[in-house]
Structures are given as structure tokens and as C-alpha cells.
T-cell receptor
Framework: GDSVTQMEGPVTLSEEAFLTINCTYT??????LFWYVQYPGEGLQLLLK?????DKGSNKGFEATYRKETTSFHLEKGSVQVSDSAVYFC????????????FGSGTRLLVRP | SQTIHQWPATLVQPVGSPLSLECTVE??????LYWYRQAAGRGLQLLFY??????ISSEVPQNLSASRPQDRQFILSSKKLLLSDSGFYLC??????????FGSGTRLTVV
């Protein structure tokens, strides 16, 4: 079945450092890909998404590019802030699979001042 | 407007007791509905989903069951809770595309 694999956390960075959180997927067909963020004590929020190969999703300085050849959707940000500390989830969904969102295990990011 | 209600927010239940968590959606019809569980330090696991009234698909065989008695109502149940059922339960819906809305969640502690 479909699955998503994320890098293990926690990822600890200093403020203004460059961030990469790796995400790879296994799926039949052509899934849409997502990054969700869960800030401490809050619910899930959509961060960005990409619906087809080579699409780049972006929001709040975060970017991820849908790479079909490497089945990857790595999350990047050029300069992280303390307020970016949260848990980040990579996910996929397919229309022909009832739009089920399949999540990775999540990566906790800690940004130190 | 479209909203999702999930309750209760917090629940502490003894082992062996029954469970009923409810999720309702407003402002739409025939939504796809989903139940997820997030165990401590773990990711989000899809438990059940439904594409219509009375249609339930189970992703993970376990101690839980789900029902959809009305178009916009999705219920998660258990006859006898186990310690391993503790976690954060999230309901979500989509109108049949990639626009997902999540409820605020129920934190269940089985003692």
C-alpha cells in the first residue's frame, strides 16, 4: 500500500540556519503531496502542497518540490525562526483511493535562539 | 460556512469501559470522513474512512469500530478500551478533493 517515510527527529537548529526535512513516498499512480505542521498545543495546519510532478509548493518561506523520479518531497527553508519549532508531517493522497491522507511519522523541529 | 465539530476534547476512561467519540460536519453534504489516531510520539495513523452513509472502511484491525449513521456524522466506538487505545484522535473531512479540514481532536487517556 501507499506509504510515506520521513527523516527521524528531533532536528535541532539555530535561528537563521537552513532547514531540510526529507520525505520520500511509495504510491501507485499519481498522488498529491502535502506538508502539514502541528505547533505545540495546536491542531494540524496545511503548510503547502503539490498536485503533480515538478510542482513546487511554497508558504511562509517553506518550499517543497514534487520529484517523481526520486519519489521525494523534501521540505526546505532558507532561514528558520524560533517560531518554526513544531512537528512537520509529510503526507500523500490519491483521488482513486478515496482521498485518504497517508501521513509520515512526523519530524520534530526545535529552533534555538 | 463549513465547520467540523469533535467532542469531547479530553477524556479519561478506565480499561474495559466503552468509548464513543463523535464528529459532525456542517455546511456541506456527502463529505468523505476520516478518523486518525496519533499515539504519543508517533505519527498520524488512519483508522477508518467513509465515503457515504453506512459505508465504513477499516485501515487497521483493532479494538475500535466506526459508524456513519447520518451524512455528516461519524462516530468512533469501542466496547472495551485497552491501555493501548490511549492517544489523540482526530476527525477530518473533505468534499471529495484535496481540501482537508481537521477537527480539534480528542485526547483519550485509558487508565
Amino acid at each position: 500500500g501507499d506509504s510515506v517515510t520521513q527523516m527521524e527527529g528531533p532536528v535541532t537548529l539555530s535561528e537563521e540556519a537552513f532547514l531540510t526535512i526529507n520525505c520520500t513516498y511509495t504510491a501507485t499512480g499519481y498522488p498529491s503531496l502535502f506538508w502539514y505542521v502541528q505547533y505545540p498545543g495546536e491542531g494540524l495546519q496545511l503548510l503547502l502542497k503539490a498536485t503533480k510532478a515538478d510542482d513546487k509548493g511554497s508558504n511562509k518561506g517553506f518550499e517543497a518540490t514534487y520529484r517523481k523520479e526520486t519519489t521525494s518531497f523534501h521540505l526546505e527553508k532558507g532561514s528558520v525562526q524560533v517560531s518554526d519549532s513544531a512537528v512537520y508531517f509529510c503526507a500523500l493522497s490519491r483521488r482513486d483511493s478515496s482521498y485518504k491522507l497517508i501521513f509520515g511519522s512526523g519530524t520534530r523541529l526545535l529552533v534555538r535562539p | 460556512s463549513q465547520t467540523i465539530h469533535q467532542w469531547p476534547a479530553t477524556l479519561v476512561q478506565p480499561v474495559g469501559s466503552p468509548l464513543s467519540l463523535e464528529c459532525t460536519v456542517e455546511g456541506t453534504s456527502n463529505p468523505n470522513l476520516y478518523w486518525y489516531r496519533q499515539a504519543a510520539g508517533r505519527g498520524l495513523q488512519l483508522l477508518f474512512y467513509s465515503v457515504g452513509i453506512g459505508q465504513i472502511s477499516s485501515e487497521v484491525p483493532q479494538n475500535l469500530s466506526a459508524s456513519r449513521p447520518q451524512d455528516r456524522q461519524f462516530i468512533l466506538s469501542s466496547k472495551k478500551l485497552l491501555l493501548s487505545d490511549s492517544g489523540f484522535y482526530l476527525c477530518a473531512w473533505t468534499p471529495g478533493d484535496y481540501g482537508y479540514t481537521f477537527g480539534s481532536g480528542t485526547r483519550l487517556t485509558v487508565v
